[in-house]
Nanobody
Framework: VQLQACGGGLVQAGGSLRLSCAAS????????MGWYRQAPGKQRELVAS???????NYADSVKGRFTISRDNAKNTVYLQMNSLKPEDTAVYYC?????????????WGQGTLVTVSS
């Protein structure tokens, strides 16, 4: 299984970006999918997650600005980021939790850089 993330870039504060992450390979189903980010010198943190049924969860810092969604037919998760702030600058990683005989496998994308200028 591979996850390919794209959509990062340089944007001015107040602008928008849309990230996407497509999972490929031998996939029967995907449980939760999510986006994490890691800023320089900081730990990786959860940005948003979405269950297979569409239930979402957001970090307080992005609530009201970011929206996570998924297309189960395409095994793809999206992150619409609006009203971006310089503090949103980070490498954004997607992940997918895939059912295993016991528990779940966790797969990660390669990361896409988001830079927000002030």
């Amino acid at each position: 299984v591979q996850l390919q993330a794209c959509g990062g870039g340089l944007v001015q504060a107040g602008g928008s970006l849309r990230l996407s992450c497509a999972a490929s390979g031998s996939i029967f189903s995907i449980n939760a999918m999510g986006w994490y980010r890691q800023a320089p010198g900081k730990q990786r943190e959860l940005v948003a997650s979405i269950s297979s049924g569409g239930s979402t969860n957001y970090a307080d810092s992005v609530k009201g600005r970011f929206t996570i969604s998924r297309d189960n037919a395409k095994n793809t998760v999206y992150l619409q980021m609006n009203s971006l702030k310089p503090e949103d600058t980070a490498v954004y990683y997607c992940n997918a939790l895939i059912p295993a005989p016991i528990g779940e496998y966790v797969y990660w994308g390669q990361g896409t850089l988001v830079t927000v200028s002030s």
